[in-house]
Nanobody, 125 residues
């Protein structure tokens, strides 16, 4: 099971830190990712990190502003977001996959073993 938290309301230019806690599985077996879904839009890839954190991938829209990291000892993946923009407003979901790489997670929302419940991020202008 995955549980995402840390969302909230922030002004444009502000920062938020999202966390996703995993339970019930060997966390390091999974590539972890963050996705988001804005109202009326499809779910889209945000960032992913390999099993031991050596490789990451990001959507072009968040490169340089978002950083994904993980702590396998704490079964947690973090998404640090800075310089937030109103277009970052969405429900953010964490996901885990045993078969995808961090790079391939950027190409598809299929192949996930688990999805967490989302956390709302709202960025006001």
């Amino acid at each position: 099971q995955l549980q995402a938290y840390g969302g909230g309301l922030v002004q444009a230019g502000g920062s938020l830190r999202l966390s996703c806690a995993a339970s019930g599985r060997t966390f390091s077996n999974y590539v972890m990712g963050w996705f988001r879904q804005a109202p009326g839009k499809e779910r889209e890839f945000v960032a992913a990190i390999s099993r031991f954190g050596g490789m990451t991938s990001y959507a072009d829209s968040v490169k340089g502003r978002f950083t994904i990291s993980r702590d396998n000892a704490k079964n947690t993946v973090i998404l640090q977001m800075i310089s937030l923009k109103p277009e970052d407003t969405a429900v953010y979901y964490c996901a885990a996959s045993r078969i995808l790489s961090a790079q391939s997670m950027a190409l598809t929302i299929n192949g996930m073993d688990f999805w967490g419940k989302g956390t709302q991020v709202t960025v006001s202008s």
